[in-house]
């Protein structure tokens, strides 16, 4: 096809890029830890581990596992959040010849016994603090998980800091449940044990399974999008070749910060903060509980940071902190966003506080995160997810699968390297998802402009109909998340007996004085009278992922039998 963009793309940005420039993700991170042996690697409450620390401390997980018998392919769960240890267990589960899965370590019981079902994982690295939801959702007995790993928050953290960590996460803030797993082995006694044997290293290839990313799950029942080694390869060169612009604004003594707020099970963060980390010589600051937002604050004050991924709701969160600003952003490079749209107010405030634009990018669990990001020398906020990056192809369907002119919005689908195999085990789903010639379906509505540009217009499923006339909840949010009273909203779609459906907008306020009268004469200025919200509601929060996400579908499921 026509990649017409590729004239849009910033100088020294290739068109494409060579997967097989490495048969698998072992051999590109490999590489690195040989080449960045003495750096530090990942650091987290106040204590690193380099390169060559993250080599040997794989290498001995990876040699246990393959001692208990697994066999090649065999899928691990990894079940934790930003700690020192997850970098560890996902380097070990890909250099032993094994599938990462990865696990939201909040998950219900019903859930994670959901995920272990699917995918068939045969073996569990978890942190102690979650060991009694994995306890629960064993104890149907319908899993195969034979082997389970319990670390501790302190297990890297060195003596007596690890020690002292441990008592005041178990005993003062009781953050750990009481738990019952037989047969688990603690972390540092694998490790222990794993250095004294020896790796059967596997010879991997470019088309063996790397990782099973789970999608959200907020549209149904989570299915696992199947990630071969060359997906993850193509796309973590592709991220790399796409950074290039924002890294020449200023020179880095040293090596490149990154700031690891997102969590790491995530796709986004998987990728963009710890694989291409990993890949970059860059040094990881991991924080475990972005929510802590004055926690966050002091952690970040610590370091210069150069690169900063984050979704809207984390930079709307961190700019409303007074604290947050008196930080120094002199080394800010890349303030990369994604996972959700992000708001042109949010955009436009984290400027004024950082003097760094956030270029927003796109992707999906099933694209093995992103494939499209704006140019990464960009100068200001574009409100569009930017350009096909490396090696992608792009198209805008209608719903009968043709293409759309430019300038009108349809779905997006997406050919590439970085496009998952398939979902796990499930023919049918996958089937609903490509078309004929390879192109994925995002269900994300869009269009594109001359330039190659692409607007996110609004999810399918979120999109919203009064009187046969299509309403896009990032518009509405988008327009009511500038009042000044405004912290943050969402719109959504409840039934309404005249119109169909009905505009339905929950807010944070940011003003308590703010009125329900006041807001509705905002949107009465601003919104045509179908896209105007019906319904107004107050919230002292809004629910969201572990991501930031906010989870529309909730919000909606909460209130239609009260509006219907």
Not at 205 to 216: F, K, R
Request: glycine share 8%; aromatic share 8%; net charge neutral.
């Amino acid at each position: 096809m026509d990649r017409f963009w590729l004239k849009s793309y910033p100088p020294g940005v290739p068109a494409d890029i060579d997967p097989a420039a490495y048969p698998s993700v072992v051999a590109l991170f490999e590489e690195s830890f040989a080449r960045y042996r003495d750096a530090k690697a990942y650091v987290c409450m106040d204590k690193a581990i380099t390169f060559g620390d993250l080599d040997r401390l794989s290498l001995a997980l990876a040699a246990w596992l393959q001692g208990r018998g697994l066999q090649r392919g065999a899928r691990v769960a990894i079940m934790m959040p930003n700690v020192l240890q997850y970098p560890v267990a996902i380097a070990a589960v890909l250099r032993a010849g094994f599938i990462a899965v990865n696990v939201n370590p909040l998950y219900t019981a019903r859930e994670l016994e959901h995920q272990l079902k699917d995918s068939g994982a045969e073996a569990v690295i978890v942190l102690e603090n979650f060991a009694s939801t994995l306890q629960a959702a064993l104890a149907s007995g319908g899993t195969a998980v034979k082997h389970t790993v319990v670390a501790s928050l302190g297990d890297l953290l060195g003596f007596p800091r690890g020690l002292i960590v441990n008592f005041i996460v178990r005993t003062l803030k009781k953050m750990v449940p009481a738990w019952t797993l037989p047969g688990h082995v603690r972390f540092n006694d694998v490790i222990a044990a794993g250095r004294s044997m020896t790796l059967a290293r596997p010879d991997l290839g470019p088309d063996d399974v790397a990782v099973l990313q789970y999608t959200g799950g907020t549209t149904g029942v989570a299915k696992g999008a199947t990630l071969l080694h060359r997906t993850i390869v193509a796309n973590l060169l592709a991220s790399e070749a796409w950074m290039q612009p924002g890294l020449k604004r200023k020179p880095v003594a040293g090596q490149i910060t990154i700031v690891c707020a997102l969590p790491l099970y995530h796709v986004f963060a998987f990728i963009t903060c710890g694989l291409l980390g990993m890949r970059t010589g860059a040094l990881n600051i991991l924080i475990p509980n972005p929510r802590d937002m004055k926690g966050t604050i002091k952690e970040l004050a610590k370091h210069h940071v150069n690169i900063f991924p984050a979704v809207n709701t984390l930079f709307n969160g961190l700019a409303n902190q007074p604290d947050f600003a008196k930080l120094d952003f002199s080394g800010l490079l890349i303030s990369n966003g994604g996972g959700m749209a992000v708001q042109e107010a949010v955009a436009k405030k984290w400027l004024a506080i950082t003097g760094c634009p956030i270029v927003e990018g796109y992707g999906l669990s099933e694209t093995s995160a992103g494939v499209t990001c704006n140019p990464t020398d960009s100068a200001v906020y574009t409100g569009t997810i930017g350009l096909p990056m490396p090696n992608v192809e792009i198209r805008i369907l209608d719903d009968d699968g043709k293409d759309v002119p430019l300038g009108s919005p349809g779905e997006i689908a997406i050919r590439g390297p970085q496009v998952m195999r398939d979902y796990w085990q499930q023919p049918e789903e996958t089937a609903q998802v490509m078309t004929a010639d390879g192109f994925f379906k995002s269900g994300d509505i869009g269009e594109m402009d001359a330039r190659g540009y692409i607007r996110i217009v609004d999810r399918k499923k979120d999109m919203i109909v009064v009187s046969g006339f299509k309403v896009f909840p990032n518009e509405i949010e988008a327009v009511v998340a500038a009042h000044p009273g405004v912290m943050e909203c969402a719109a959504v779609g409840v039934p309404d007996k005249n119109s169909g459906e009905a505009v339905m907008l929950f807010v944070v306020r940011r003003d308590p004085k703010l009125t329900k009268e006041a807001l509705a004469e905002y949107c009465h200025r601003e919104f045509t009278a179908y896209k105007r919200p019906k319904y107004i509601e107050f919230r002292d929060e809004l629910p969201k992922t572990n991501v930031g996400k906010i989870l529309r579908r909730e919000l909606r499921d909460g209130v239609v039998p009260k509006v219907a």
